[in-house]
C-alpha cells in the first residue's frame, strides 16, 4: 500500500494512534507534517519520519490550524491526506458546576478543530483527490457516566464526516471515520492520572471487550493506512469499528 509522493497532515502525532500513523505513513514512502503541542515528544516521532515537517501547534486555535494548512503547503507543495486524530478527554457531568467550561473545551479540540481544518485543506485536497479520515469512538454510539463532553464530540464528528464525504463526494475526495475501542495510548495520563491509574483503567476496560484484549496504537494505524490507500476507493463516509467486540457487550 504505497504513499509514496502523498504528503500527509496528521495532528495528535505527538504519540498514540497520531505517532503510530505518521510512522507508519513515512515507512510507507509518504511526506508527513507532523502536528501536535508537545514539542519535544514531536521530535522523537520525527526521527522515525525520515524528514517530515514538525510543527507545533494547538489545533483548537483558528489561527494555528491556518498555519498547520500554510506551512504544509510551502513545504510540499500539496495535501493528499488529513487525518483528524487530535483529541482530549475529560470528566463532564451535566450537574456539576465547571461543567460547560470542561465541555467547551473537548468540543473545541475533538470536533471543532476537524471542521476547521477540514475546511482549510478542503480545496487543496480537491486539487489531488485526497482523503480525509477522522479519528472517533466507539464512545460515539455508546455512553458512559461523565462522558458526555467526550461522547457528544464524537458522535458530532461522526456525522459531521458523513455530512462532509456526501458534499466532497463529487469532487473524488473520500472521507472516513474509524472508531476505535480502548487504545493504550497516554490520553488518560493526559487528563491527569497517575501511571498505575491509568494501568488500572486499561485493565478495566479490557474487562469490557468480548475478545478481552486492549488494542495497541499500531493497530488503528494500520487500518489508516488501509483506508486512505487505493485498496479502500469505494469506501466514503464510513463508520469503521475496531473495537475488540465493546459493542457486543451491553
Known amino acids: 500500500m504505497s504513499l509514496g509522493d502523498k504528503v ?134 455508546k455512553v458512559a457516566p461523565g462522558l458526555v463532553g467526550y461522547s457528544t464530540s464524537k458522535a458530532g464528528l461522526d456525522h459531521f464526516t458523513r455530512a462532509v464525504a456526501l458534499e466532497l463526494a463529487p469532487h473524488g475526495v473520500r472521507v472516513n471515520v474509524i472508531n476505535p475501542g480502548p487504545v493504550k495510548t497516554d490520553i488518560i495520563q493526559n487528563m491527569g492520572a497517575t501511571k498505575e491509574a491509568a494501568e488500572a483503567a486499561f485493565n478495566d476496560m479490557l474487562k469490557a471487550t468480548a475478545l478481552l484484549r486492549v488494542s495497541d496504537s499500531e493497530e488503528i494505524a494500520d487500518l489508516i493506512l488501509f483506508i486512505v490507500s487505493d485498496k479502500s476507493k469505494a469506501i466514503t463516509g464510513s463508520s469503521i469499528v475496531s473495537d475488540n467486540g465493546v459493542m457486543l457487550k451491553l
Open 8 to 141: 500527509a497532515i496528521v495532528t495528535g502525532a505527538s504519540s498514540g494512534i497520531g505517532a503510530a500513523t505518521a510512522i507508519k505513513f513515512a515507512e510507507e514512502g509518504a511526506k508527513v507534517a507532523l502536528v501536535g503541542r508537545n514539542q519535544e515528544k514531536l521530535n522523537k516521532v520525527a526521527k522515525k519520519c525520515g524528514n517530515p515537517l514538525i510543527i507545533a501547534a494547538d489545533v483548537s486555535k483558528d489561527e494555528d490550524a491556518k498555519r498547520i494548512i500554510e506551512e504544509t503547503i510551502k513545504r510540499f507543495g500539496k495535501i493528499d491526506i488529513l487525518v483528524n486524530n487530535a483529541g482530549i478527554g475529560g470528566t463532564t457531568n451535566i450537574l456539576d458546576e465547571g461543567v460547560i467550561k470542561v465541555f467547551d473545551q473537548i468540543m473545541n479540540t475533538n470536533l471543532r478543530s476537524a471542521v476547521v481544518l477540514t475546511h482549510l485543506a478542503a480545496q487543496h485536497l480537491v486539487k489531488t483527490r485526497g482523503n480525509i479520515v477522522n479519528i472517533s469512538s466507539v464512545a460515539a454510539y
